[in-house]
């Protein structure tokens, strides 16, 4: 049963995504490397590092340790600037009006956000008094698609990681929910989500309840399908193993059938 939601942060809860994008490509212009959307999608839910290592990887570059530092330093610092803006209005539709009613109908929320400035943005657009517990990039190393960021926010929420629904915008994010053994729902499109419980565009008009029961099934049909799967795997690979004894046993038995009587 669903006791808990885990909510990514940017692209979720608050538009940030496209900042993250702006900044991104700012860096890869100034070291003549090549970023468009394609290449941003892949950076969503990726740490900072992380992003920074992909960029030069795509470019073919390397950097030592300290120009690393520095880039990381003055993406974040751009980032920063574009963000400082930010303003209630900025927070995405449907997502401080779902956090409300799910509290209200007494679901724990936790944050669980690579960002490390998770807490500040949401405290700039006036929503970080709406969770029970965050995690960000401060708290956990590994990047999504590792569950551990998830993990923890369940730990923080006195929950089992089955009892939690998580809500992202990135491939990696769902993924790291997936493995965590969570629910999740995917918002954007389901050609970039594929491995979501459930897809939609944004949180607008959704009863948390009705969310929470209608993934509930699906995942229920899933496990039930998987289990159908496997019965049915299983009945083929015993016909499979009756088979091969038998033509055993026909082939021992064959060279009898030619003895001489
Ligand atoms: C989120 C975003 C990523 C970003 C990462 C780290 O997961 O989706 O695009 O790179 O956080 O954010 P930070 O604010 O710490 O640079
Ligand atoms: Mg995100």
């Not at 669903?2 to 860096?27: C, E, N, P, S, Y």
């Not at 209005?89 to 929320?109: C, H, K, Q, T």
């Not at 809500?167 to 979501?196: F, H, K, N, S, Y």
């Not at 082939?251 to 059938?257: E, I, V, Y």
């Amino acid at each position: 049963m669903i006791r808990g939601f885990l909510f990514d942060l940017d692209g979720v809860l608050v538009d940030t995504a496209k900042f993250h994008f702006l900044a991104w490509q700012r860096m890869a212009g100034e070291l003549g490397i090549a970023f468009g959307h394609d290449e941003n999608e892949q950076l969503k839910g990726v740490s900072r590092r992380a992003s920074l290592e992909k960029i030069l990887a795509w470019g073919g570059q390397t950097l030592p340790e300290p120009e690393m530092e520095r880039w990381m330093a003055t993406k974040n610092a751009w980032y920063l600037e574009y963000v400082a803006s930010m303003t209630s209005a900025d927070v995405l539709p449907g997502a401080a009006e779902f956090l409300r009613s799910a509290r209200e109908a007494g679901y724990r929320i936790a944050l669980g956000s690579a960002s490390k400035n998770a807490l500040p943005i949401l405290e700039l657009v006036g929503i970080l008094n709406l969770f029970d517990a965050t995690v960000d990039g401060n708290d956990v190393t590994a990047s999504k698609p590792d569950p551990s960021v998830f993990l923890e926010g369940a730990r923080k929420l006195n929950l089992q990681p089955h009892e939690c629904l998580v809500v992202e915008d990135a491939a990696a994010g769902i993924e790291a929910a997936l493995r965590a053994g969570m629910l999740a729902l995917g918002l954007g499109t389901p050609e970039a989500l594929p491995q979501a419980h459930r897809v939609l565009p944004d949180l607008q008009g959704q009863d948390p309840r009705s969310l929470v029961a209608d993934l509930e099934a699906r995942a229920a049909a899933i496990a039930h399908a998987g289990a159908e799967g496997a019965a049915a795997e299983r009945l083929a690979a015993s016909a499979h193993a009756a088979a091969a004894t038998h033509s055993a046993t026909e082939d021992a038995a064959t060279p009898n059938t030619h003895l001489p009587s």
